[in-house]
């Protein structure tokens, strides 16, 4: 059984919205962010709980692509990459499929 502790770092780029000065809205990425990773990991056994990882084995690096799949499609942002980190020692980047 597999229960993940980790940080995980998203890189993205947006354009600044000229009318907010902002990139996104926090409330609205916040909100995405816990609906498709906190939500479906948080305090779960990967191999039993999680469907994605009931036939693949969930070592970080599959874990931060799914990570990556799940929040790709945030509305106006390009995800660059995503990063978990289990330990100091220990960590994967995934960057997406080169087209």
Known sequence: MRVLKSIVALGACWDVNPATGM?????DLDAFVHREVIEAFDHKSMNEDVPEFLRVVPTTENVCKEIYRR??????AKLERVR?????????????EEA
């Open 23 to 27: 990139i996104a809205n926090l409330a």
């Open 71 to 76: 929040l790709k499609p945030f509305p106006g």
């Open 84 to 96: 978990v980190e289990e330990t100091s020692n220990n960590s994967f980047e995934y960057c997406g």
